[in-house]
Structure formats: C-alpha cells, structure tokens
C-alpha cells in the first residue's frame, strides 16, 4: 500500500475507527523500541542517558524518580538494561521505556512539582 492509498484509506475511518489505529500504531512503536539493542546506560549531570545501537538516545532526568533522587551515586551507577527499561537493583527501581517513551513519568513529576 503507498502512502497516498493509506491517507485515503483513513478518510474513510469514524473516530473510533482511526482511535484504534493510533492505540496500534503506539503498540508497534513501543514494541520496535524494545527490540531495538541498548548500548548503554548511564548517569551524567543529573539525566539518565540510555543509547541505543541504531544512535537513539533518550535522556530524562533523575527526578522523575523519588528513589532515584536521593540515591549515592554508586548506586545510581549501578543499572541493569533489559529490552524492556531500566532497573537499579540497590534502589529496587525499574522504569519501563513505554512508560518513559509515553511521557507517564513526567507528567507525575510535573503535577508533584504543581503541589
């Protein structure tokens, strides 16, 4: 299908119709983020640095977390990559990329930070 067929295929969709290709759409990313092979994780200035073998990087600041925030830095060193996010044993913390990806995490920051 060429991108012009699909356009014209969504103009035919309702709005529940064109909801449900969305949902699918942000499902298949999140699941081509996961596959995508972690190079590296780590900590500088304050964000968390996670790159990927392909050049994307994703950064988020260490105080989306209040485990994370008043951890040593020995600890926050500490981080073990699954294809599915980030954990730090010694903080029993896990963050997930579809959470951090769907902006879940920074959303509770900012309302906190709203308080």
């Known amino acids: 299908m060429t991108a012009n067929q699909l356009i014209e295929e969504t103009k035919k969709m309702d709005t529940a119709e064109l909801a449900k290709l969305l949902a699918y759409l942000r499902t298949r990313q999140r699941e081509q983020i996961q596959l995508a092979a972690i190079e590296s994780a ?3 200035r304050g964000q968390v640095i996670v790159r990927f073998e392909t050049g994307l990087q994703i ?4 105080a989306i977390s209040p485990r994370l ?11 073990e990559v699954s294809p599915f996010g980030l954990h730090w044993p010694d903080l029993d913390e896990d963050l ?3 959470g951090l990806l769907s902006g879940r995490a920074f959303r509770s920051v900012d309302q906190e930070d709203q308080l």
Do not use: Q, T, W
């Open 69 to 79: 925030v008043g951890a040593s830095k020995a600890d926050l060193r500490n981080i």
């Open 42 to 44: 780590e900590i500088l």
């Open 96 to 98: 997930s990329f579809a």
């Open 59 to 62: 950064r988020f600041p260490v």
